[in-house]
């Protein structure tokens, strides 16, 4: 996984590469003789500022696929100008001049795959991912590998997904035929998401707020309270994690993660975001309603009886009225996933999931 910092390096180049001031510090491309027909527009494209080509190559399974060549071409002219894609998958060509081009990919044991578009003076044209299937020779290796360790690789892409590129969003799937999980993968699953240093951030965030405002007073203040707070949040978290996210879903075979819809009218993907909150898909592929996130917002809340302070236990008509207040939630944080998150994210796994629609 690249860091944080070679993410933040690679969009300054980047932005730096398609910025119009710096393309007198790029290779200059050579001069393309054109059909005579085109003569006279090619003549007033190269007049205006050239632009970008970005986008990224996958394979039929979402997997990024390093090493690719790229090649782009203008009414079958090459452009001298090539890329190879890195080990995010991902390329870019700086300093096209404006009009169509055609792309050509290449890759060892891939069939090759194009794309064709349009580029505009000054624009960075980020294309679809290009998907590129198995070469017939390849085949059965690709048709060996098992529904656990198709799903193994998807976990891998979502165990990527990062708000702002810091707050994990692992249980979040773009791609809507993603494999079902194993019982151990979805135990894996909530374990990445409990040791992951954001949550101790979060965690310690909510314990210094209440703490600031005197919250569970039993705890008392100094050391010693913000230390109980800061286990009672974590408790909360590990609880509602692991039952909600691992258990219950194990026994109830069950799929706890969202499935962005990303397609279709706005009205119907606001009204899917809501539905997502009591209803989930089960190991079977079929929706179903969401016993695993219901059961597992009362049984956390039952189990938060037995540390926080006496006066503040939850009774049971309380506890039902806080998993009806985590209902509001989820759907709430669904609408976010549908609509926001995903631009957020600096993870490219929205796009991969296109492809294979």
């Known amino acids: 996984m690249p860091s944080q910092f070679n993410a933040v390096v690679a969009a300054i180049i980047f932005a730096l590469a398609c910025a119009p001031g710096t393309l007198a510090q790029l290779p200059q491309q050579s001069p393309v003789p054109e059909p005579a027909q085109t003569a006279v527009a090619d003549d007033e494209a190269d007049d205006q500022p050239s632009g970008c080509i970005s986008g990224e190559v996958v394979d039929q399974s979402g997997a990024v696929v390093a090493g690719a060549q790229v090649h782009v071409s203008r009414n079958g002219q090459s452009l001298n100008q090539d890329a190879t894609t890195g080990t995010d998958g991902q390329f870019f060509l700086a300093n096209i001049a404006p009009g169509t081009f055609d792309l050509t990919i290449t890759a060892a044991g891939f069939t090759s795959g194009s794309y064709s578009g349009m580029l505009h003076s000054k624009e960075i044209d980020a294309v679809p991912p290009i998907v590129l299937n198995v070469a017939s020779s390849t085949t059965e290796v690709s048709v060996a590998l098992t529904r656990q360790e ?51 951030v979060i965690v310690a965030g909510a314990a210094g707020v209440e703490q600031w405002q005197n919250h569970f007073i039993g705890y008392g203040q100094g050391a010693q309270g913000y230390a109980k707070r800061f286990g009672a949040n974590y408790a909360d978290t590990v609880t509602s994690t692991f039952i909600g996210g691992a258990i219950l879903p194990s026994i109830l075979k069950q799929d706890p993660r969202y499935f962005y819809k990303g397609i279709g009218s706005m009205r119907s993907r606001f009204l899917y975001a809501i539905a997502m909150s009591v209803i989930c898909k089960g190991d079977n592929r079929r929706w179903q309603p969401n016993y695993s996130g219901i059961l597992g917002s009362l049984a956390a809340g039952g189990i938060s009886n037995l540390y926080y302070p006496a006066e503040d236990r939850n009774s049971a008509a309380l506890t039902f009225d806080n998993a009806g207040v985590s209902i509001i939630s989820s759907a709430v944080s669904n609408l976010f996933q549908e609509f926001l998150i995903p631009k957020l994210t600096p993870s490219k796994t929205l796009r991969r999931s296109q492809a294979q629609q």
């Open 150 to 200: 198709i799903a193994a690789q998807q976990i891998k892409i979502e165990e990527q997904q990062r708000v702002l590129g810091v707050i994990p969003n692992f249980y979040v799937s773009y791609n809507p035929h993603a494999e079902p999980l194993t019982p151990k993968q979805k135990f894996q699953l909530a374990a990445r998401t409990v040791i992951d240093p954001f949550t101790f």
